[in-house]
């Protein structure tokens, strides 16, 4: 129940495509979406997040869409920059007294030039 | 540029040795996790301080690794003694949570790369 399951493990999208990376969970007390992006030799670091009281949330070319019922979330990447070659996290967390987030295993994406 | 510092960012020791892995969180966060990152594993959350005490250090193996929070501007991650399948990133972040806030942003290190021989 605790489990975020991610996909797909890698990516390669020509520039100007779309990205999209899939996750789904099992537990329905999670009410925190985020999206983590990851550079070779860095840190993860906050892309977007959303929680389950919109379906869509969208940050300039990021966008996330929820759905509650079949309890997945995506990642869409709208016009694909090689610059965006990165790993992407998906996570998931409750409120309450615990906050800690349950991570995806990461999806490598290569945006060829 | 409020950031999250570790030290040291490479580590190389010999099974059997004592690491010590160092983090200073942002200034006024009142949350340290630890994390270890590996290829197979992913983001494995080691564990996780609110106000300096240990919340949940669940998925810390505890006969050989051990967390702290001596002040609130220093966090350590300890391993005793290293095996070589403890080789991995080991990751610090901090955030700022409370229990009205819909702010859970975890802001990460640059991480440590430990190698063990």
């Known amino acids: 129940q605790q489990q975020v399951k991610q996909s797909p493990q890698s990516l390669i999208v020509q520039k100007g495509g779309i990205s999209i990376i899939n996750c789904a969970y099992e537990?329905?007390?999670?009410?925190?979406f985020p999206w983590y992006q990851q550079f070779p030799g860095k840190g993860p670091a906050l892309l977007i997040a959303?929680?389950?009281d919109v379906s869509e949330k969208k940050e300039g070319r990021f966008t996330i869409s929820f759905n509650k019922s079949a309890k997945q979330f995506s990642l869409h990447i709208m016009d694909s920059q090689p610059g965006d070659s990165a790993t992407y996290f998906c996570?998931?967390?409750?409120?309450?007294?615990?906050?800690?987030?349950?991570w995806g295993l990461g999806t490598s994406l290569a945006v060829n030039p | 540029d409020a950031r999250v510092t570790q030290t040291p960012r490479h580590k190389v020791t010999e099974m059997g040795q004592e690491v010590t892995m160092r983090c200073q969180p942002i200034?006024?966060?009142?949350?340290v996790f630890w994390y270890r990152q590996t290829m197979m594993q992913g983001l494995e959350l080691l564990a996780y301080?609110?106000?300096?005490?240990?919340?949940?250090d669940s998925g810390m193996p505890k006969d050989r690794f051990s967390a702290e929070m001596p002040d609130a501007t220093l966090a350590t991650l300890k391993i005793q003694p290293s095996e070589p399948r403890d080789s991995a990133v080991y990751f610090c972040?901090?955030?700022?949570?409370?229990?009205?806030?819909?702010?859970?942003?975890?802001?990460f290190g640059p991480g440590t790369r430990l190698t063990v021989l």
């Open positions: 959303i929680r389950p």
């Open positions: 972040a901090s955030g700022f949570l409370n229990s009205g806030s819909y702010t859970d942003t975890q802001y």
């Open positions: 537990n329905t007390a999670f009410d925190y």
């Open positions: 996570a998931a967390g409750r409120g309450g007294n615990n906050r800690k987030l349950i």
């Open positions: 200034l006024g966060h009142n949350t």
């Open positions: 301080f609110r106000n300096r005490a240990p919340l949940d």
